[in-house]
């Protein structure tokens, strides 16, 4: 932005001095002289202005570059993140069902514990 900005000061400071050294010289008359100032700061203003729209389109498409590049990476970043998190979901899943197998087996394997005895074996929750 600070180069953008020296650009327009160098412009509007070398339309001034083109200007200046103009009425020094000028060789025509009054009424010419006057014509070629305005022309010459109307073309000044036209430059300028082109210029800036040149800029501000300019800054508007990096800018709008920047939100698509940003927005396609932040798509990614969070599927990515979906993925890797159904993965641990799924890991966790089939260990807490090997360890509902293991617990069941345990459960039957116990000694001292008959169907038909008025103790009732300890079950763990899971």
Known sequence: MASTGNTLLALITGAAIG?????????????????KLRDDAQNAQDRLNKKYNETSSNLSEKARKARTDFEARLEETLS???HKADDILSAMESKLEELRKQNSKLQKDKPGTSSGSGNTPNKAVV
């Not at 200046?20 to 014509?35: C, E, F, I, N, Q």
């Open 80 to 82: 990515s993140a979906s």
């Open 19 to 35: 200007a200046g050294v103009g009425l020094l010289y000028a060789p025509d008359s009054g009424d010419k002289t006057r014509k």
